[in-house]
């Protein structure tokens, strides 16, 4: 190594170009002292020579240099030892280039390493010698003056940077005649350099202000050395340092560009933590006052930002890598700030890029979809937009979305996850892969599996059909994705499923296979038996969701798939507790694989306590407890939790205050027996924290054990443990929930309902007043209690919290309408679930009165917020993007047009006014209010949607509301008024397009039948049937619904003659049967007419209509008609399908006798109890008859014929006609 240096520094010795001595070309440096701006000739010290050499070389040096500054030097000897220094600067950028590139290469373990020697030389070099010429010397000094600080970066020496800077500035003899020398590249490789080491932001100021503005710049610094010393203080975390030099740059023309503002946004945003302290927005500047006021936040960082934005864009620099860091700053605040409203920010800073024609690019974009939070509708119809066939562009602007790529469908997925939309997320997917340009991956597919995890806090109670079948989407959706995953692998894609894949896949099974049946789990093996294998484990149990998680463990074993401490703890969640052996078989697997000194284990037994203390298995979790006791894991508050549900759930409430008397060092026994001799050590458990007393508060209140409460109300008094306003909130809350679910125990009472009704409004007075009394109540306690009093007809209490919420709301939203309106609630609280249970409640009572007042109510305060907004609460997005666009997967299920965030009345909320109107008689109530449901019936046509899935949604959501028009019809029909029902049906179905329920033609055809009313009944169901049917089915059970309907109320009011005429228009359009045969049996000739499947009406009119046509379709020939035989099978024949009772046999022939003249008598077909023959000689006499009866008709109208005058003539001579007829068939 030492040789290596004295052959370079040999190589580097050249002639002087004034004395003609040879004068060293740099000298390694030895000095470790920082600070000195100049190294002195007569201390340095050239190790690498001879003594003697080394002091004739520096008496030539000195000599040299003295010559140099003499006055009288001839410019030509000047020019000639400028040339040399340039060119000695040349060698010296070409070796510290080399030098640097062969330490790349190789590793050196030296401390003192040779790149750094070689850079303190050209330090020196520097402090030694004075620039000449600085048009020559200026390109090899900034490129030897780069690859040495680079060599000095590399070697972490930042006193080398420093020596260097003040090295360079030397050279320039900046002192006393400066040279413009240094070019401004320097400083931003020097800034960089020195921001690589652990030099201090001091030392880095101080270099930046040492070069900043110096007069041996060739030109003043630029945007880039700007970028490079923010980027230096970002590294070192001072945000504001960073803000504030963007401020003082930028007063400077072209000396920040689009780059320095992304640098600096970068930096608020990695500034911001999620324990910072809000603060009160500051008045910003006059200059961006209107235009930014409501974008201020109570993060401190997003109103600088704001300064910073409207800066760029006065000055032209905002571009989409800008915006992006805007984007993500926004995101970063919101999830840092719950009132920092992410959603309306970031539309607006997208509508803002429209109206400076900035062209978002995909990355903005998917930085805005990112943004939405639960706004699932927005980034639907977002996406929609992005499209090439919805394309945003103008004639008149160029300013347009980008197409979509995979990152934006992941991005609108992930919020159809968060927002539990799983059918969306499901489109989106195949969306996706129908579109080839499209490259799905793994993390495609998780963003979908997400979407499909349920809610874990699963209350108790039995588990509804429809919980079950959602469940059984959710599972059967699942297993559909992983076999688009293992085509997908097929088709070369990177779609092999990961552990974040296998970790949601059991968070599904938890959370929706757990809700799943027996039946429901028959169907899934019957569609996907390749995922069910029952021979390897006696424990596998279809019903079971454990055994598919037993499954997929043993399919990431076999794939290579890494399993986490999370990937267990799924697995046990998704096992039941009916079956331990299946828990603790998971737990040892578990054990297994995690090693013991893994900090995540203890939630893997945490996870098995949960499972199966929410089945109330006791002793077990207290026997698994003292199993981690044992084996050394530690347990938290989660494992207080777990043994307080299962004492609850266990129905051993009166052990949970002993516990926690023990659990609080109030019992100093060292073994504790809770029940049944079941001793614990709690030693190990935490001690008692308020979610512990609050949740032990719950459960006892919740099972009506108010002794237990009342003990563990004095526990905490003993111990000193006020309860906090969490607490008051988790016990009225628990009160609510009570107060709205059926109380234990109800069943041994004789009077069951009055007791449940008791305890109920007991309930909900209990937390009424904890409410009431309590400062600062959430939003969420004020919803529930508020929905638990009209639950139990306490509507003027509910009504007194639903204000105190509309109040609170009110206090909260902006003054201005600059934002998008986006979002009234958080993850727990729901406004429009609030009215739509409050309003429920009084429909179930039919109460009007309350309903109308909580009408007003919500009508008054949407008003108010629309004044303060200034505009309505309809979903605005950026004005760039086509809204009014409709799509199938933007459209709410719920009875909503609007936004999920509208305060005013939906849908779904008319709907209860109105039935709260029926059930109270008020047809004027249900008159008015059906008006109000036209927007949102215009708005599910179905010529919205082209697609399936967005035609099933639309039917879902008709059959919901057309509800309403069924109450107010049957409201009118009751109170006869028929004129304003078939007024209401017209008018339905002009807004809708669609048939209305048949419910509702029925009560109007029963109020215009009893006013006798046939033709206007005849001309409803025309008009009904005249729309085409839309819904998924296929089959007419419609129109024989509204028929049958119809017939019957004719014949019960005696219309027979309209009921006829309903029967024919039935069979002529195919909707009846009319099941009339002409047999021949051995030369006998019958007539058959079958009944099957007809109740008592329809039958009436099918024997009148068969009889009749019989007659107008037979000879004349007499002998021909009364051969025939004429057979009614009633019901039970014998070569029926169905076997029913002949309930229609005595009504037919009661029929026959009591309405037919002559009457037609019946006899009993032999073996056949359910088939009457007519005779043949009644036949004939009534054939007879209807002949007579027919030729008098007949020859009046002849006779009138013959001898025509006018029209009064013909019509009494057929009125004339018609009185021979007795009025019989």
Same mark, same amino acid.
């Given at each position: 190594?030492?040789?290596?240096?004295?052959?370079?520094?040999?190589?580097?010795?050249?002639?002087?170009? %004034?004395? &003609?001595?040879?004068?060293?070309?740099?000298?390694?440096?030895?000095?470790?002292?920082?600070?000195?701006?100049?190294?002195?000739?007569?201390?340095?010290?050239?190790?690498?020579?001879?003594?003697?050499?080394?002091?004739?070389?520096?008496?030539?040096?000195?000599?040299?240099?003295?010559?140099?500054?003499?006055?009288?030097?001839?410019?030509?000897?000047?020019?000639?030892?400028?040339?040399?220094?340039?060119?000695?600067?040349?060698?010296?950028?070409?070796?510290?280039?080399?030098?640097?590139?062969?330490?790349?290469?190789?590793?050196?373990?030296?401390?003192?390493?040779?790149?750094?020697?070689?850079?303190?030389?050209?330090?020196?070099?520097?402090?030694?010698?004075?620039?000449?010429?600085?048009?020559?010397?200026?390109?090899?000094?900034?490129?030897?003056?780069?690859?040495?600080?680079?060599?000095?970066?590399?070697?972490?020496?930042?006193?080398?940077?420093?020596?260097?800077?003040?090295?360079?500035?030397?050279?320039?003899?900046?002192?006393?005649?400066?040279?413009?020398?240094?070019?401004?590249?320097?400083?931003?490789?020097?800034?960089?350099?020195?921001?690589?080491?652990?030099?201090?932001?001091?030392?880095?100021?101080?270099?930046?202000?040492?070069?900043?503005?110096?007069?041996?710049?060739?030109?003043?610094?630029?945007?880039?050395?700007?970028?490079?010393?923010?980027?230096?203080?970002?590294?070192?975390?001072?945000?504001?340092?960073?803000?504030?030099?963007?401020?003082?740059?930028?007063?400077?023309?072209?000396?920040?560009?689009?780059?320095?503002?992304?640098?600096?946004?970068?930096?608020?945003?990695?500034?911001?933590?999620?324990?910072?302290?809000?603060?009160?927005?500051?008045?910003?500047?006059?200059?961006?006052?209107?235009?930014?006021?409501?974008?201020?936040?109570?993060?401190?960082?997003?109103?600088?930002?704001?300064?910073?934005?409207?800066?760029?864009?006065?000055?032209?620099?905002?571009?989409?890598?800008?915006?992006?860091?805007?984007?993500?700053?926004?995101?970063?605040?919101?999830?840092?700030?719950?009132?920092?409203?992410?959603?309306?920010?970031?539309?607006?800073?997208?509508?803002?890029?429209?109206? *400076?024609?900035?062209?978002?690019?995909?990355?903005?974009?998917?930085?805005?979809?990112?943004?939405?939070?639960?706004?699932?509708?927005?980034?639907?119809?977002?996406?929609?937009?992005?499209?090439?066939?919805?394309?945003?562009?103008?004639?008149?602007?160029?300013?347009?979305?980008?197409?979509?790529?995979?990152?934006?469908?992941?991005?609108?997925?992930?919020?159809?996850?968060?927002?539990?939309?799983?059918?969306?997320?499901?489109?989106?997917?195949?969306?996706?892969?129908?579109?080839?340009?499209?490259?799905?991956?793994?993390? %495609?597919?998780?963003?979908?599996?997400?979407?499909?995890?349920?809610?874990?806090?699963?209350?108790?109670?039995?588990?509804?059909?429809?919980?079950?079948?959602?469940?059984?989407?959710?599972?059967?959706? =699942?297993?559909?994705?992983?076999?688009?995953?293992?085509?997908?692998?097929?088709?070369?894609?990177?779609?092999?499923?990961?552990?974040?894949?296998?970790?949601?896949?059991?968070?599904?099974?938890?959370?929706?296979?757990?809700? =799943?049946?027996?039946?429901?789990?028959?169907?899934?093996?019957?569609?996907?038996?390749?995922?069910?294998?029952?021979?390897?484990?006696?424990?596998?149990?279809?019903?079971?969701?454990?055994?598919?998680?037993?499954?997929?463990?043993?399919?990431?074993?076999?794939?290579?798939?890494?399993?986490?401490?999370?990937?267990?703890?799924?697995?046990?969640?998704?096992?039941?507790?009916?079956?331990?052996?299946?828990?603790?078989?998971?737990?040892?697997?578990?054990?297994?694989?995690?090693?013991?000194?893994?900090?995540?284990?203890?939630?893997?037994?945490?996870?098995?306590?949960? %499972?199966?203390?929410?089945?109330?298995?006791?002793?077990?979790?207290?026997?698994?407890?003292?199993? =981690?006791?044992?084996?050394?894991?530690?347990?938290?508050?989660?494992?207080?939790?777990?043994?307080?549900?299962?004492?609850?759930? &266990?129905?051993?409430?009166?052990?949970?205050?002993?516990?926690?008397? *023990?659990?609080?060092?109030?019992?100093?026994?060292?073994?504790?027996?809770?029940?049944?001799?079941?001793?614990?050590?709690?030693?190990?458990?935490?001690?008692?924290?308020?979610?512990?007393?609050?949740?032990?508060?719950?459960?006892?209140?919740?099972?009506?054990?108010?002794?237990?409460?009342?003990?563990?109300?004095?526990?905490?008094?003993?111990?000193?443990?006020?309860?906090?306003?969490?607490?008051?909130?988790?016990?009225?809350?628990?009160?609510?929930?009570?107060?709205?679910?059926?109380?234990?125990?109800?069943?041994?009472?004789?009077?069951?309902?009055?007791?449940?009704?008791?305890?109920?409004?007991?309930?909900?007075?209990?937390?009424?007043?904890?409410?009431?009394?309590?400062?600062?109540?959430?939003?969420?306690?004020?919803?529930?209690?508020?929905?638990?009093?009209?639950?139990?007809?306490?509507?003027?209490?509910?009504?007194?919290?639903?204000?105190?919420?509309?109040?609170?709301?009110?206090?909260?939203?902006?003054?201005?309408?600059?934002?998008?309106?986006?979002?009234?609630?958080?993850?727990?609280?729901?406004?429009?679930?609030?009215?739509?249970?409050?309003?429920?409640?009084?429909?179930?009572?039919?109460?009007?009165?309350?309903?109308?007042?909580?009408?007003?109510?919500?009508?008054?305060?949407?008003?108010?917020?629309?004044?303060?907004?200034?505009?309505?609460?309809?979903?605005?997005?950026?004005?760039?993007?086509?809204?009014?666009?409709?799509?199938?997967?933007?459209?709410?299920?719920?009875?909503?047009?609007?936004?999920?965030?509208?305060?005013?009345?939906?849908?779904?909320?008319?709907?209860?006014?109105?039935?709260?109107?029926?059930?109270?008689?008020?047809?004027?109530?249900? +008159?008015?209010?059906?008006?109000?449901?036209?927007?949102?019936?215009d708005n599910i046509r179905p010529s919205k949607v082209s697609d399936e899935y967005g035609l099933n949604r639309m039917e879902k959501e008709y059959e919901s509301i057309s509800k309403a028009l069924t109450w107010a019809v049957k409201c009118m029909s009751v109170r006869s008024q028929y004129g304003w029902a078939i007024r209401a049906i017209q008018d339905?179905?002009?807004?809708?397009?669609?048939?209305?329920?048949?419910?509702?033609?029925?009560?109007?055809?029963?109020?215009?039948?009893?006013?006798?009313?046939?033709?206007?009944?005849?001309?409803?169901?025309?008009?009904?049937?005249?729309?085409?049917?839309?819904?998924?089915?296929?089959?007419?059970?419609?129109?024989? &619904?509204?028929?049958?309907?119809?017939?019957?109320?004719?014949?019960?009011?005696?219309?027979?003659?309209?009921?006829?005429?309903?029967?024919?228009?039935?069979?002529?359009?195919?909707?009846?049967?009319?099941?009339?045969?002409?047999?021949?049996?051995?030369?006998?000739?019958?007539?058959?007419?079958?009944?099957?499947?007809?109740?008592?009406?329809?039958? *009436?009119?099918?024997?009148?209509?068969? +009889?009749?046509?019989?007659?107008?379709?037979?000879?004349?020939? *007499?002998?021909?008609?009364?051969?025939?035989?004429?057979?009614?099978?009633?019901?039970?024949?014998?070569?029926?399908?169905?076997? =029913?009772?002949?309930?229609?046999?005595?009504?037919?022939?009661?029929?026959?006798?009591?309405?037919?003249?002559?009457?037609?008598?019946?006899?009993?077909?032999?073996?056949?109890?359910?088939?009457?023959?007519?005779?043949?000689?009644?036949?004939?006499?009534?054939?007879?008859?209807?002949?007579?009866?027919?030729?008098?008709?007949?020859?009046?109208?002849?006779?009138?014929?013959?001898?025509?005058?006018?029209?009064?003539?013909?019509?009494?001579?057929?009125?004339?006609?018609?009185?021979?007829?007795? &009025?019989?068939?």
């Amino acid at each position: 190594m030492f040789h290596f240096f004295v052959l370079v520094d040999l190589v580097l010795w050249t002639p002087s170009p %004034v004395t &003609g001595y040879i004068l060293p070309a740099a000298r390694p440096h030895t000095r470790s002292s920082a600070g000195r701006h100049r190294v002195e000739r007569t201390n340095t010290r050239y190790s690498c020579l001879p003594a003697s050499s080394r002091a004739l070389s520096k008496s030539r040096v000195t000599a040299d240099m003295m010559v140099l500054e003499e006055k009288n030097i001839p410019t030509s000897e000047r020019n000639e030892a400028s040339n040399e220094v340039a060119g000695r600067l040349w060698t010296y950028a070409s070796y510290l280039q080399r030098v640097r590139r062969q330490e790349q290469q190789r590793e050196i373990s030296s401390d003192v390493r040779p790149q750094s020697k070689a850079a303190t030389s050209l330090a020196y070099f520097l402090e030694t010698n004075v620039c000449r010429d600085a048009d020559d010397e200026r390109e090899p000094l900034s490129r030897a003056f780069t690859q040495a600080i680079h060599i000095a970066a590399d070697a972490q020496n930042y006193r080398l940077i420093l020596r260097l800077v003040d090295a360079v500035l030397y050279y320039a003899k900046a002192d006393s005649d400066p040279q413009c020398v240094v070019d401004p590249r320097i400083v931003g490789e020097a800034v960089q350099g020195i921001a690589r080491t652990r030099a201090s932001v001091g030392k880095i100021k101080t270099l930046w202000k040492r070069m900043y503005a110096h007069p041996a710049l060739a030109a003043p610094v630029g945007s880039r050395q700007v970028n490079a010393m923010l980027q230096a203080l970002e590294s070192r975390g001072k945000s504001r340092a960073v803000v504030d030099l963007y401020h003082e740059a930028s007063s400077q023309s072209n000396a920040t560009d689009a780059y320095s503002l992304s640098i600096a946004l970068n930096a608020l945003t990695a500034s911001v933590t999620d324990d910072q302290a809000p603060v009160k927005p500051e008045p910003l500047p006059s200059l961006y006052r209107s235009r930014f006021a409501v974008w201020q936040s109570n993060c401190w960082q997003w109103n600088e930002a704001l300064i910073l934005l409207g800066h760029g864009l006065e000055t032209n620099k905002v571009n989409n890598p800008a915006v992006s860091a805007l984007l993500q700053l926004n995101d970063r605040a919101s999830r840092a700030f719950t009132a920092h409203r992410g959603p309306q920010l970031a539309l607006a800073v997208l509508d803002i890029m429209r109206e *400076h024609n900035i062209v978002p690019d995909t990355v903005t974009v998917t930085l805005v979809l990112s943004s939405l939070g639960r706004e699932w509708e927005i980034a639907l119809t977002l996406l929609e937009s992005m499209k090439p066939c919805n394309s945003t562009s103008t004639p008149s602007s160029s300013w347009s979305l980008p197409e979509p790529n995979e990152f934006c469908y992941s991005a609108t997925m992930a919020i159809c996850a968060r927002s539990r939309q799983y059918q969306l997320s499901l489109e989106l997917l195949n969306d996706m892969r129908r579109n080839s340009a499209l490259q799905i991956n793994t993390v %495609v597919y998780n963003s979908v599996l997400q979407a499909l995890v349920g809610n874990n806090r699963r209350r108790e109670g039995k588990v509804k059909k429809a919980q079950r079948k959602k469940a059984q989407d959710r599972v059967r959706a =699942m297993f559909q994705i992983l076999g688009h995953m293992e085509e997908d692998i097929q088709r070369q894609l990177d779609t092999r499923p990961n552990t974040n894949t296998y970790n949601t896949i059991l968070l599904i099974l938890a959370t929706s296979g757990k809700l =799943m049946g027996e039946r429901e789990w028959v169907d899934i093996r019957e569609t996907f038996p390749a995922y069910f294998h029952d021979d390897d484990d006696d424990l596998v149990v279809t019903s079971n969701p454990g055994s598919l998680a037993r499954y997929f463990l043993n399919d990431m074993a076999a794939k290579s798939v890494e399993r986490s401490a999370l990937t267990y703890r799924n697995a046990i969640l998704a096992s039941s507790a009916s079956h331990v052996e299946l828990v603790l078989n998971m737990l040892k697997l578990a054990e297994a694989a995690i090693p013991a000194f893994a900090s995540d284990r203890g939630s893997i037994y945490n996870a098995a306590l949960t %499972v199966m203390a929410n089945a109330g298995y006791a002793k077990e979790v207290l026997a698994l407890f003292s199993k =981690m006791t044992n084996i050394g894991v530690i347990p938290n508050s989660e494992t207080t939790g777990a043994i307080i549900t299962a004492l609850a759930r &266990g129905q051993q409430t009166k052990s949970i205050p002993s516990f926690l008397s *023990h659990l609080a060092g109030m019992r100093k026994e060292g073994k504790v027996t809770l029940f049944a001799g079941v001793q614990l050590d709690l030693t190990s458990l935490p001690h008692n924290s308020q979610s512990d007393f609050s949740l032990a508060l719950s459960l006892c209140l919740t099972r009506n054990d108010y002794k237990s409460a009342k003990d563990v109300l004095e526990v905490m008094r003993t111990v000193g443990c006020i309860p906090t306003a969490e607490s008051l909130e988790r016990i009225a809350m628990a009160y609510a929930r009570g107060a709205m679910t059926k109380p234990f125990g109800a069943r041994n009472f004789p009077d069951g309902q009055a007791y449940r009704l008791k305890e109920s409004r007991a309930k909900a007075r209990n937390a009424y007043d904890l409410t009431v009394g309590m400062e600062g109540a959430s939003l969420e306690l004020l919803a529930i209690v508020s929905k638990a009093c009209a639950h139990v007809g306490y509507f003027d209490e509910s009504m007194f919290l639903l204000r105190e919420i509309h109040r609170m709301i009110l206090a909260s939203q902006s003054l201005s309408n600059a934002l998008p309106n986006c979002g009234l609630q958080s993850s727990n609280f729901s406004l429009e679930a609030v009215h739509r249970k409050i309003l429920h409640s009084c429909a179930n009572a039919g109460n009007v009165t309350a309903a109308l007042d909580f009408v007003g109510n919500i009508q008054q305060t949407s008003r108010k917020l629309r004044r303060i907004n200034g505009r309505s609460q309809e979903l605005a997005l950026a004005k760039g993007i086509k809204m009014d666009r409709f799509t199938s997967k933007s459209y709410s299920c719920k009875g909503e047009t609007m936004s999920k965030v509208q305060l005013g009345m939906q849908a779904e909320d008319w709907k209860s006014l109105i039935i709260a109107g029926s059930k109270s008689g008020h047809w004027r109530v249900c +008159l008015s209010t059906l008006q109000f449901l036209q927007p949102y019936l215009d708005n599910i046509r179905p010529s919205k949607v082209s697609d399936e899935y967005g035609l099933n949604r639309m039917e879902k959501e008709y059959e919901s509301i057309s509800k309403a028009l069924t109450w107010a019809v049957k409201c009118m029909s009751v109170r006869s008024q028929y004129g304003w029902a078939i007024r209401a049906i017209q008018d339905w179905l002009e807004w809708t397009d669609r048939r209305p329920p048949r419910e509702a033609v029925s009560a109007a055809v029963r109020v215009l039948s009893t006013r006798g009313r046939g033709d206007e009944i005849i001309s409803l169901l025309e008009k009904c049937l005249s729309i085409p049917s839309t819904g998924p089915s296929a089959t007419n059970s419609y129109e024989v &619904g509204i028929y049958v309907e119809a017939i019957t109320t004719l014949y019960r009011d005696g219309l027979y003659e309209s009921a006829d005429d309903a029967f024919i228009r039935a069979v002529a359009n195919g909707i009846l049967p009319l099941q009339l045969e002409n047999c021949d049996t051995r030369g006998n000739r019958r007539i058959v007419l079958d009944l099957h499947g007809m109740n008592v009406a329809v039958a *009436h009119s099918a024997v009148r209509i068969a +009889l009749h046509q019989e007659i107008l379709t037979a000879s004349w020939n *007499h002998s021909t008609v009364a051969s025939n035989e004429f057979v009614i099978v009633t019901g039970r024949g014998q070569k029926s399908a169905f076997k =029913m009772r002949p309930v229609l046999r005595p009504e037919v022939q009661r029929m026959l006798v009591e309405e037919f003249y002559p009457p037609l008598s019946t006899l009993s077909v032999p073996g056949n109890l359910g088939a009457l023959t007519i005779p043949r000689e009644d036949i004939c006499s009534w054939l007879n008859h209807q002949r007579e009866q027919k030729g008098a008709r007949m020859m009046s109208i002849a006779a009138v014929l013959r001898n025509l005058s006018s029209g009064k003539r013909l019509h009494a001579a057929l009125s004339k006609a018609n009185e021979l007829d007795p &009025g019989g068939p």
